[in-house]
């Protein structure tokens, strides 16, 4: 989780700053972190609409993140593992943040046997879409597991900042 940790100080998001880290055999295979995709202005920089009007989406009552251009520190684990021909088939994921539903149907895909996590995303705001949520990752084969660890900048990494 220390390296999920400092994989997150890359993070470029106005949300949350996650960092995750995939191993197999107890070795690391991979780490990503969320931001825009390559060649993009940053999220920080202005690059996501969404994440420019996020208090306006939560006044709507979405989350939004399918309307988000930034990649989700665990989608980006799985894409640079793909990229540079590493295997994740049976391995771990530590995640500073409880996987979302979309990260969540992409690591079962990809036979990811475990999810370790640091922060919770807190309950959906639908009952039968947080009963779905609880169904997927029930089917880790080892299961997904909060982690009690101390975060030094967990009040940084899970701030969402003011719009400008």
Known sequence: MNIAIAVRENANCKGRKVGAVIVRDNRII???YNGTPEGFTNCMDGGCVRCGKREEYRRE????????????AE????????????AIEDSVIF???RPCFDCTKLMLQAKIRAVYYLHDLGKLDDA??????ELLQSKFIEGVYHVDFEDPRADWANAVLPKK
């Open 30 to 32: 991979s780490t990503g």
């Open 61 to 72: 009552g979405k989350r939004g993140y399918d309307e988000c251009i930034c990649v989700h």
């Open 75 to 86: 989608q980006n684990a799985l894409i640079s593992a793909a990229r540079f021909g590493n």
């Open 95 to 97: 995640s500073t943040l």
């Open 128 to 133: 039968e879409l947080q009963g779905q949520y």
